[in-house]
């Protein structure tokens, strides 16, 4: 991973966006989709069991962004999620902010960057289970039939990473 947009991680986390960042840069995701998700069973636990699952993503555009509203049932139990992605055309980045139904409040910690060649990278600083983590989303739209959604979790300041959640999909 090029972590070059990553200028510094202490006292904060600075990005750079990329030349070519828009407001366009997530049209590729607008409708429905239908989502195959494989996910880590354990994070940041040294687990190699994936737990497999489908979902659906509902996107539309509004204001200088969008919104993508995440349905899945879990373990049976219906779950929703939000993210409110919002593109800055001063700074050039997006900011992306995830609710969901398990805690239904704004993301504190929301990932923030950019796309360059239809690959975006997207970061934050957060905690997980007590451990102050780097986290990566990355939006990988070379392939506009079944573009990827994955993230990675670092307590190295992103000099390893654990991938631990991936979602292929494809146009409803």
């Not at 929703?80 to 800055?88: H, I, K």
């Not at 980045?93 to 969901?100: H, K, M, V």
Request: hydrophobic fraction near 40%; aromatic fraction near 16%; include cysteine.
């Amino acid at each position: 991973m090029d972590l070059t947009k990553i200028t510094s991680f202490h006292p904060n986390l600075t990005i750079i966006p990329s030349a070519t960042s828009a407001y366009s840069d997530f049209d590729f995701l607008e409708g429905k989709w239908h989502v195959q998700n494989r996910k880590l069973k354990e994070r940041l636990a040294g687990c190699t069991e994936w737990v497999t699952f489908e979902s659906e993503i509902h996107l539309r555009k509004t204001l200088m962004g969008n919104i993508e509203n995440y349905y899945a049932l879990f373990d049976g139990v219906p779950f929703e999620g939000m993210a409110v992605r919002l593109f800055d055309p001063q700074t050039k980045l997006w900011t992306i902010y995830w609710i969901d139904s398990s805690i239904p409040k704004m993301d504190t910690h929301p990932v923030v960057g950019s796309f360059e060649n239809k690959v975006g990278e997207f970061f934050t600083k957060d905690v997980f289970n007590g451990k102050e983590i780097l986290v990566v989303y990355k939006w990988d739209a070379t392939n506009a039939v079944h573009p990827i959604w994955s993230q990675a979790y670092s307590l190295d300041e992103g000099l390893s990473w654990e991938w631990n959640w991936e979602m292929v999909l494809s146009k409803i």
